[in-house]
């Protein structure tokens, strides 16, 4: 199948057929779900349904039974519907195990029913450090209870390998880090907070990146497209930052430019050229775009009429951002055929044939 994909790109990059040819070819190899993928996919969005609604409902009726409760029936109810939901996974997990031996193909990481028991966990041991803090008032800083729940779960997303749950230690970790940003006194300024922001993102990016390649239970992409998306966001607005008010720390200022190059040379070498990826590509252009902009505005609004200014930088961008989408639109057709990277379209076609 990749193969003939591969041919009917080729054919449309030729010239030997239409794009409207083209569409109804990929629309003809493509296999359409039958009734067993669909009875699959609408019981996997049912079981993920009741496993949330089931750790919000807990959440939510303790706060609205908040006064009406006692210390320890609080306890007590939170407790038995963590004990229940961390016995229900390890049923579910050696059961899948079980059909591990029979069906090797049959995964225990990923979006398994065994996994959605274990956030239902996850997320219950948020309300239970949630529920000590308000009770007995322990720590008076919010990225505490954040940061010990980010720690409490890491061994959970290890053993799922399931990119909701790690999705959920991410998010908990930044915004831990946030919250501490916002209450602390330190001497770091915002600049230096987003440069630790874009840090731990990238540093998370790229590990979930090389370690997912090589490794099933690190496949996570949603931690990916969210990190790499909270990475270069924080990145862009920096580089902005630096733009119309440059830090008056030397260093600082040139570490983030060289920092930015360096990351959008790389990943446009790696994604391109080894790994043929769209979204971290799109990222690192419409970046590329905003910070030229910036740079437009800083130069053409400093000494001159700013309507010739606004002109200027409309036109570039949308010049900028449609030969963008164009070439962003190709390297999607090449991503969805299979074609290698670093191997032209002919040379495809060889390897094909032998």
Known sequence: MRHLTSHVYEWLEQGHITPTEANELYRQLSVPPNAASWRSLLAQLLQWSGALSFACGVIFFFAYNWQSLERMSKFALIEAALLISLVSFVWLYYRSAAKRLVDPSHSLFGATLANAALLVVSLLVGGLLALVGQTYQTGADPWQLFAIWALAILPFAWVAGFDGLWLLLVGLVNLSLGLYADTT??????????????????????????????????????????????????????????????????????????????????????????????????????????????????????????????????????????????????????????????????????????
């Not at 070498?269 to 740079?295: C, D, E, M, N």
């Open 185 to 354: 006194s330190l001497w770091l300024d915002e600049q230096l907070w987003l440069c630790l922001f874009v840090i731990l993102n990238l540093t998370i990016y790229y590990g979930f990146v090389f370690l997912g390649s090589s490794c099933r239970r690190w496949h996570a992409p949603f931690v990916e497209y969210a990190s790499s998306l909270t990475a270069m966001g924080c990145f862009t607005l920096l580089v902005c930052w630096m733009i119309f008010e440059p830090s008056d720390t030397k260093p600082l200022l040139v570490g983030v430019w060289v920092g930015y190059v360096v990351h959008l040379l790389f990943g446009f070498w790696w994604f391109r050229h080894k790994r043929l990826q769209v979204y971290p590509l799109a990222l690192g252009g419409f970046s590329l775009i905003t910070v030229g902009a910036a740079l437009f505005t800083e130069l053409l609004f400093r000494d001159s009429d700013p309507i010739g200014g606004f002109l200027l930088i409309g036109l570039y961008i949308i010049l900028a951002s449609t030969g963008l989408s164009a070439v962003l639109r190709r390297l999607h057709r090449q991503a969805k055929a299979g074609i290698s990277p670093t191997q032209t379209p002919s040379e495809n076609e060889e390897l094909s044939h032998e």
